[in-house]
């Protein structure tokens, strides 16, 4: 009998009957919502994103809510112009709240709903099928693993001819599109990377792109620069977007990397110390302290970062 490697064991529950359970899933979910009402000014429309691919990476679904499980859903609209004007009137009838996004979508609020943001774009193009149209639209997206969609009113899962074999080989990988500033793509990629490996246990690494992005944006980004980044990060863990773990794997990241001095000082001054973290560079250690959920204990977590004496003028 053939042996399965240990890439295809660490996923064996990753079969077309689970995909077909998350679709099915989804449908009932999204039917059950108020969304194909907000949204009927679009002939089509889709689910986009972590809402679906953390789905997909869920063995378990039978007990899935969808706005609770996911802390927002990122949803593409087919239409401007008119479609996005009759949406705005829509969603102020429904007395929803409705603002700009960090990246130029619209965030809907609401009670049932929760936090959406929402895009809307045209996406068709000469004789293309839906599915054809909303897979052209995933090229568009900043990564491999956010490559996959549920599209209404059809009911399907688009997912990226990449995705599953990038998922198997636990590698967030880059799609060659920056959503929003271009110097966020590693630190984005690396939360993402944090992420995937909460769902799935394991430990996902950057693909070589997103290792050189990193690697270029430790060594020589200049203060200005560096401080966007760091504050960006900052604010992501502050506001608890991103889970404490992302700053244990930013700090890990930079073990190989050789960084600037001013890149190290922002990093101090912004990020360790909003983040309750102490450095000593002289012996390139530092310590966090961790609160665990639901005890209120904390404890102090070590590490080491990269050699001091090497720093980059």
Known sequence: MKQRSGRQRAFAWFTRAHKERVRSRLESLIKGSSLPELLVAGSSWAIVGGAVRDTLLTKDIATLQMWTLWPDVDIAVEGEGRVEHDLCIEIERRQLTISRNTFG??????DELGKLDVWCMCLTSGCLSPRQAWSRYL????FVQNAVA???P???LVIHSHWENMVRKREVTSLGHAVGPAQLQPIRAMALAVKLGMITESRFRLDQTLQRELAKLVRESDESQSRY???YL????SSCRWPADVLDRFLEECVAIVPSKSFVRVTNEV???GQDAVCDWDSACYTRTHKRPGTGRARAR????WDPQSLRG
Request: aromatic fraction near 10%.
């Open 105 to 110: 979508g619209m965030r809907v609020c609401g």
């Open 139 to 142: 090229e568009r997206l900043d």
């Open 150 to 152: 549920f599209v209404w």
């Open 154 to 156: 059809q009911c399907e």
């Open 229 to 231: 980044v760091v504050s």
């Open 234 to 237: 900052q604010d992501k863990l």
């Open 271 to 273: 990020l360790l110390k």
């Open 302 to 305: 070590q590490g080491y970062l």
